[in-house]
């Protein structure tokens, strides 16, 4: 994996990788499941370390996996979004939307309008009564 060493890792430094993927070996069996790992390494005093361990991937068979989410993820679903209200007919730039909202029962609006609609006749018929009678002129 590494071809040449790695001059440093500061103290709480980590290297990660991808290894490997269950879903990418399933149904192989050419592939080795078990790696020994060696790690040498000298810390600023000088002091050598050799340490080794196992990565046995069968270990993890059968196991459930979270997946997770990044920013990339958040901007696909910020661009879907977008796309879905851009489609949406309340956006569209064909005119403007007219929301009527009201406070008063419907019953009362309509009891008010009727009111307001016939005291703007009687008006518009009072100023019809004077210009008739003042012989149309203005």
Do not use: C, W
């Not at 060696?38 to 046995?56: C, K, N």
């Amino acid at each position: 994996m590494l071809s040449e060493p790695v001059a440093m890792i500061a103290p709480g430094q980590e290297m990660r990788t991808f290894y490997d993927s269950h879903v990418e070996r399933n149904g192989r069996s050419d592939l080795p499941s078990l790696h020994r790992i060696a790690l040498r390494y000298q810390d600023t005093s000088g002091h050598h370390y050799d340490e080794s361990g196992v990565l046995d991937l069968d270990a993890m068979k059968g196991t459930m996996f979270t997946e997770l989410k990044t920013v990339h993820d958040i901007g696909k679903s910020l661009a879907e979004i977008q796309k879905t209200l851009k489609s949406a007919s309340i956006m569209s730039p064909r005119g403007p939307l007219e929301v009527e909202a009201s406070v008063e029962p419907h019953h009362e609006k309509q009891e008010r309008l009727v009111r307001e609609r016939t005291e703007l006749e009687e008006q518009h018929n009072k100023i019809t009564r004077m210009l008739i009678a003042d012989g149309g002129a203005g």
